[in-house]
């Protein structure tokens, strides 16, 4: 098993869930203000974002009006999906979205996507970080696909609210920001830790074909076990 390397103190920004009243109000907000949004892809090979503004809202659908479509990106209306992200007062906002429609002319491009009734947003949180002295493998499973397919990552750093990742490119698309994971991985301890997790953060590795995943801990729906051996790891470098 892979040991801990140089302990960190400070604050991170983490991705924290908003419940369902407020998230509605927020989204209705996004509409007025005509906000802007850049929808990024997921599941691609090569991935493209695709920017413009919320024209309009439906009950369950927003009306994105785009300058263009990158060029050799096609979008398939009911199969491409995308993590959308808008700001409002300075604040950003992200949910996960698909297309169900589509117009592209010389003008630009106008797509409907799924209607948010929940979003996330980032949080300021303090956090003791432990790095991960050599390359040690955590085994991803995702849990919102009832397949449960997985892939296997590279651990960086892990705290008591979650840890971060490098994964394959076209592994880390299984998933999208928001989806709901099982991980298990091996450190200091005699047994390997299983916690369960969100998709918090997806970012470019620096290297190609490779990104950093940022996944946040649910603690709430661990094993009591799982968490005192995360805990106590982490004690021991403190």
Known sequence: MSALG??????????IGIAKGPSVRIVE????????????SVGETSSYAVSG???????????????DIPAGKSIVVGESCFDAVFSLDGQEYLFGAEVIRLSVDEGGAILEITRPTEVQTWQ???FIRATVADSAPVDV????????????????????DG???????HDAD???????VKVIFGLESCEDIQCIARIQAKTPAGTENMVILGLQFIRDEMREKDVRALDGMLENFV
């Open 29 to 40: 907000r996004a509409v007025r203000a005509n906000a802007a949004l850049t929808l990024r």
């Open 6 to 15: 140089v302990l960190k103190q400070g604050t991170s920004s983490v991705v």
């Open 163 to 169: 840890l971060a990742c490098r994964a394959l490119m």
């Open 174 to 180: 299984l998933c999208t920001v928001g989806s709901k």
């Open 124 to 126: 300021r949180r303090k």
């Open 53 to 67: 503004r919320i024209s309009s809202g439906g009950k369950d659908t927003l009306t994105l009006v785009a300058n």
């Open 141 to 160: 499973r995702i849990l919102d696909d009832p397949y449960e397919p997985r892939f296997q990552g590279d651990i960086l750093n892990v705290s008591a």
